[in-house]
């Protein structure tokens, strides 16, 4: 295994918060991207025209540490309600380890996004365990 992170979802406010923790602990947001940038077409979600302009994905670093973060779409995991609005994520080492992990944590559990390809290089799925905890676990294909 390579790293965890905590993963951070919001209702619309992604941005605000991201500058808000890096105004407040420094850092640099070393990426931030929205729902507009996703490609479009077949296997991609279509969204509603409200959530374009919101937050696909964020990472403010801090030093040795890496805060993640989104706007979570409705219907986009489990509906976001304070307390559960965080996920760990875990940063693996193969393809085959990213498996093993994301079969243990799901079982007995709910898958929310079956492990997949993703556009962004990724071999990536999202799970809630059964204690309530909501998993990202993702290889980096291009360190294949």
């Known amino acids: 295994m390579k790293s965890f992170s905590v993963y951070l979802n919001f209702s619309g406010e992604c941005e605000e918060a991201f500058r808000f923790y890096q105004q407040c602990m420094g850092g640099e947001i ?10 479009s077409g077949p296997g991609q979600p279509e969204l509603p ?7 696909m994905h964020v ?7 890496v805060l993640m973060g989104s706007d979570q779409p409705e219907g986009f995991g489990p509906p976001r309600q ?31 996004m079956p492990l997949a390809d993703t556009f962004w290089g990724s071999y990536f799925g999202m799970c809630c365990d059964r204690f309530g905890v909501n998993w990202m676990v993702s290889f980096d294909l291009q360190s294949a």
């Open 30 to 39: 070393s990426s931030m991207s929205r729902f507009s940038d996703m490609p």
């Open 82 to 112: 304070l307390g559960n609005n965080f996920s760990i994520s875990i940063a693996t080492s193969s393809r085959e380890e990213t498996d093993q992990i994301f079969a243990a944590l799901s079982t007995d559990g709910t898958i929310t």
């Open 49 to 55: 025209a409200k959530y374009m302009d919101q937050i």
């Open 59 to 65: 990472t403010l670093s801090i030093g040795d540490i």
